[in-house]
């Protein structure tokens, strides 16, 4: 039977940059929450010696993907005796494109379940590094905890934010990440906080001007957001949430929201079950 991996979406509560960096990337705070939105994950071993991705999901990825590079990268541990081929099965719901870690959080998974699969035994700070080396996001998904990030987004502390229920909306753009971290107008240089700042209301996401002034679907979304709270965009875009306190009050604020734009409702978690049966 395949192996069947969890592999849930993120929000970043909040996103500053507080400076560039010689080598031409950029310091950050932030905090990663887990989403219970989330994909399906089925790993599966066989004998074939390539790795194969099934999808079963109506939209096309790229033929090597994050999944597929994960599992090449944690091949070079196999033992000899383990099979050496993988087939990974995707059943997609978090939104492509969208800045919610989808991808990154499908490598992360491709790599614990290889682990457990082949037998690895390979401890975190290896795993970690392997997932550094696949994307800025999927380190976070292999510690299965909630952080505060801060450097290039890959020094962690785990923290405890509350764990609420969101209306996320999914404007109909894409919003290049590169492009938005190299526009000229980014603010790059915002005072470092504290999480005890964070907790008090500093909870600002330095690339939404750039981002809101550059894509209109997202401004018009947070400009509707707007009439019921306090949105924030989600990373770099193009998804962007509203923190509510209850299931009862996010699910009446979906029904008033246009019933054509891919909206979801979800409770954040700062922790998850990995494996499921």
């Keep these: 039977m395949p192996l069947r991996i969890l592999s849930p979406a993120k929000i970043n509560l909040f996103l500053r940059i507080t400076g560039k960096r010689p080598d031409g990337y950029h310091d950050i705070q932030t905090i990663f929450q887990f989403l219970q939105l989330h994909d399906i994950v089925e790993i599966e071993l066989t004998e074939n010696a390539v790795v194969e991705r099934i999808d079963r999901h109506d939209f096309e990825l790229p033929e090597i993907d994050l999944t597929v590079r994960a599992a090449r990268l944690i091949g070079q541990y196999r033992k000899p005796g383990n099979p050496p081929g993988v087939r ?35 401890d975190e700070f290896v795993l970690l590094d392997l997932a550094t080396r696949l994307g800025a996001d999927v380190p976070v998904f292999i510690r299965e905890h909630a952080c505060w990030a801060e450097g290039m987004g890959n020094m962690f502390s785990t923290c405890t934010p509350p764990e609420k229920w969101h209306v996320i909306w999914i404007p109909d753009c894409v919003v290049p990440t590169k492009d938005i971290f190299g526009h000229p107008d980014l603010n790059r240089d915002s005072p470092k906080i504290t999480y005890q700042d964070y907790e008090q209301g500093c909870c600002q996401n330095t690339l939404e001007p750039v981002v809101r002034g550059l894509f209109k679907p997202v401004d018009d979304a947070l400009s509707i957001l707007s009439q019921y709270g306090e949105p924030r965009l989600n990373g770099s875009g193009s998804s962007v949430f509203l923190p509510c306190e209850s299931f009862s009050e996010a699910n009446s604020i979906r029904r008033e929201l246009p019933a054509n734009e891919n909206i979801h409702v979800s409770r954040s978690m700062n922790t998850f079950e990995r494996f499921v049966s």
């Design 88 to 122: 990974i099965t995707l059943s997609k719901t978090i939104p492509c494109g969208a800045g919610m870690g989808g991808g990154s959080s499908n490598a992360a998974s491709v790599l614990v379940g290889l682990n457990h699969l082949w037998e690895l035994n390979l």
